[in-house]
């Protein structure tokens, strides 16, 4: 008995379909009988299954009368890369339309580019980031596998690159970076040249811009955040919160007086951080390391009381006094006239900066954040200098001509316009150490 052909209309049957039907099932017979036989061209991407595999070649079925063939040099090698395993769907490149044995050569490294390059146009004209994986280097930079494309990251492109150690030289770190995986940006591309660059650090500001954002929308002033010390400068320090940097000014840093944020933190510190402000349409976050810790002002009234003999640090010179710390972050002012009992113009002719002398507290206000500071006071109490440059005992020669001798209220003035910011003109030079006399350092705190 014949065997009727898929399709084919039987001329001894009745026919039991419709004029329709048949125009349809020989339209698909054709379709078959075409795609069975149809000529394949040089760059044609074709799809098909893997049907054997040894250590030569791949034979996939890309449903023509025979199976096409994919010499092993044609299969993606190296780490990053998987050998198809049998019955697997590869896409594959015409390389050739038959080799001596009549059969289709294809290529899957080259298929898996051609694809790629198509990916990275719609992402180049998308303006959208890629992930690629660091192969090589060479002088000039990174050499990367995107979408199965080689391309180039150059140095002035890599964002860590500027955070290597002096110690560590360039080439070192960048041999350091094989076989990372980086986010990246394509920044120019040819194809017809083969010429790929993309941008580590473009794609890395993208992100940065997005989480910001984000970050800005969600964060709110009282909280507690955790973060990493990204940059110092000579006003302050910086704090990566995860997204946007936030600054910690140098006010903020510490009860105690810093002169610059090193003396606090340096970078890649971890720290928390007290969220002080968020401006939202700056984009700006102010932050705070000191609100986090003890306020040494609110335990004032239990170490100290009027009276008592300290050791304090002194700190700033001023035209009407002399500021001294006798703890970190705790300040007070020794007015020109409780500086010495002999006639002075100026603080400089007492004390210098740097100068660790015995103090009397004479007053304190804890709300205000005030102290009062006396050193002459201790010289009358027997606790000074004992050379002949201070006077000593109660009686107190009255200041004359040039002096400063005013009462508590004026001193707490000098005080506020002082701590709200010194003016140039208040900025004094210090003599040498002959021309006035030295008080006497002490190393404890004298009840």
């Known amino acids: 008995m014949d065997q009727a ?104 490294t080259r298929a898996r580019s051609e694809r790629g390059w198509r990916n990275l146009q719609k992402l180049f004209e998308e303006g959208q980031s890629v992930e690629g994986d660091v192969v090589e280097h060479n002088k000039g930079g990174l050499v990367v596998g995107v979408e199965g494309v080689r391309g180039f990251v150059p140095l002035s492109q890599i964002a860590d690159l500027r955070r290597a150690g002096a110690e560590e030289s360039v080439d ?117 390391l000191k609100r986090l810790q003890n306020e040494p002002w609110a335990r004032i009234g239990e170490k100290y009381s009027p009276g008592q003999i300290v050791t304090g640090k002194i700190t700033k010179l001023a035209a009407f006094g002399a500021f001294a710390e006798i703890e970190p972050g705790i300040e007070g002012l020794i007015h020109i006239s409780e500086l010495s009992d002999d006639r002075i113009t100026h603080p400089k002719q007492v004390v210098r900066e740097g100068d660790v002398v015995s103090l009397k507290i004479i007053r304190i206000e804890p709300a205000r954040h005030r102290l009062g500071l006396s050193l002459r006071q201790v010289d009358q109490d027997g606790y000074g200098y004992e050379g002949d440059s201070y006077a000593s005992g109660p009686d107190t020669p009255q200041a004359e001509d040039g002096a400063d001798d005013r009462p508590p209220s004026d001193e707490a003035a000098d005080f506020d316009s002082l701590m709200s910011g010194p003016k140039e003109d208040d900025a004094v030079s210090v003599q040498p150490q002959n021309e006035r006399p030295a008080p006497r350092a002490t190393t404890a705190v004298e009840g």
Request: one cysteine or more.
């Open 172 to 288: 070192a770190r960048l041999e350091a970076m094989k076989g990372r995986r980086l986010l990246l940006k394509v920044i120019e591309m040819n194809r017809r040249r083969n010429r790929l660059i993309l941008s580590e650090r473009a794609a890395l500001q993208e992100r940065r811009a997005r989480e910001k954002d984000r970050l800005l929308a969600e964060l709110q002033t009282g909280e507690i955040r955790s973060g990493v010390v990204s940059s110092i400068c000579d006003f302050g320090a910086f704090v990566d919160l995860g997204g946007a940097d936030g600054l910690v000014h140098l006010s903020e840093l510490s009860w105690a007086q810093v002169s610059h944020p090193g003396q606090v933190v340096k970078v890649g510190d971890r720290v928390e951080v007290y969220v002080v402000g968020v401006d939202r349409e700056t984009k700006k976050i102010a932050l705070s």
């Open 5 to 108: 052909v898929p399709g084919q209309k039987n001329h001894d049957q009745p026919d039991a379909t419709s004029s329709t039907g048949g125009a349809e099932g020989m339209g698909d017979w054709l379709a078959e009988h075409e795609q069975a036989y149809r000529q394949l061209r040089r760059g044609d991407v074709v799809e098909g299954i893997v049907v054997r595999a040894d250590r030569e070649e791949l034979l996939v079925d890309i449903g023509t009368k025979s199976e096409a063939v994919v010499p092993m040099a044609e299969i993606p090698h190296g780490p990053l890369a998987e050998v198809p395993k049998l019955g697997e769907t590869v896409l594959a490149l015409v390389m050739s339309g038959e080799d001596s044995e009549g059969r289709v050569v294809l290529s899957l």
